[in-house]
């Protein structure tokens, strides 16, 4: 069968569509990223969970959910958790000359706050240092990269670069801990995370879970100073925009 210049750019058009690459950009007013150290083993922290849920309502506050392990026995585990989440709460205790880590813990661009169930989150009204764009590309893995551009006189060797994917809307039956015969409800949940990168070459290739819900995923990027770990701007980008996201 015989096929139409017409047929043929649309094909090529359609297969440019199936991996179009799809980016976001930080704006004029900086956002703030907010971490939950959380544990479905924790009995005190589905109310921070809820909490955290609620921040979308804010453009300008981009929440992470880390499950983290030390609450997992050897007859259950919390599903979401990952050593490396409790090796990034130990490291950003250590920032501040401390030894304690606890659930729930929330931190605002890489410092803990310990007042987010009574106040307004303390976020900077400061321009950030370096500005950021976020490119990914979908496909049965995610190609991300993070284009940044320090401002003058910052030096970009200063900061490392992370990405996250994230989740909403997943519910478990807890068999375990101190929730043990729950239903619990989460949003922000980190299911993959990489990093730390270097500013000038950060990108990486994502593994998806297979169990992913795209629709309901996003990916996040950030920046953080090696000295003193403050995170000086984010960005993210909801699977869903992206064009031709399987799943």
């Keep these: 069968m015989r096929m139409t210049a017409i047929g043929v750019l649309l094909t090529l058009a ?9 980016s976001v950009s930080s704006g004029t007013k900086r956002a703030h990223l907010v971490e939950l150290y959380t ?10 969970d809820r ?3 609620a921040l979308r309502a804010d453009p300008q506050l981009i929440p992470l959910a880390f499950h983290v392990d030390y609450w997992d026995s050897s ?11 409790a090796q990034r709460q130990r490291a950003m205790a250590a920032q501040s000359h401390s030894t304690t880590v606890y659930t729930p813990e929330v931190a605002v661009d890489g410092r803990e706050w310990r007042n987010w169930s009574s106040g307004q989150v303390p976020a900077s009204t400061t321009a950030s240092p370096v500005q950021l764009t976020l ?16 401002a003058v006189g910052t030096d970009a ?13 997943l519910t478990s039956a807890v068999r375990g801990g101190e929730n043990r015969g729950e239903e619990l409800h989460h949003d922000h949940v980190v299911r993959r995370f990489i990093g730390p990168l270097k500013l000038d070459s950060a990108q990486a290739t994502i593994d998806v879970p297979t169990d ?5 995923a996003s990916v996040s990027a950030f920046v953080q100073r090696v000295d003193g770990g403050d995170v000086d701007n984010i960005v993210q980008l909801a699977l869903q925009s992206c064009a031709a996201a399987p799943g």
Aim: aromatic content about 10%; hydrophobic content about 35%; glycine content about 6%.
């Design 14 to 22: 359609t297969a440019s569509a199936a991996h179009a690459d799809c």
């Design 39 to 48: 544990s479905e083993g924790c009995s005190s922290c589905p109310p921070a």
């Design 51 to 53: 909490w955290l849920g």
């Design 75 to 85: 007859s259950w585990s919390d599903r979401f958790a990952d050593p490396r989440y």
């Design 135 to 150: 490119h990914v590309q979908p496909g049965a893995s995610l190609h991300a990269r993070l284009d940044a551009t320090p």
């Design 157 to 169: 060797g200063a900061y490392v670069a992370w990405f996250a994917l994230s989740e909403d809307q």
């Design 212 to 216: 992913l819900r795209r629709d309901h």
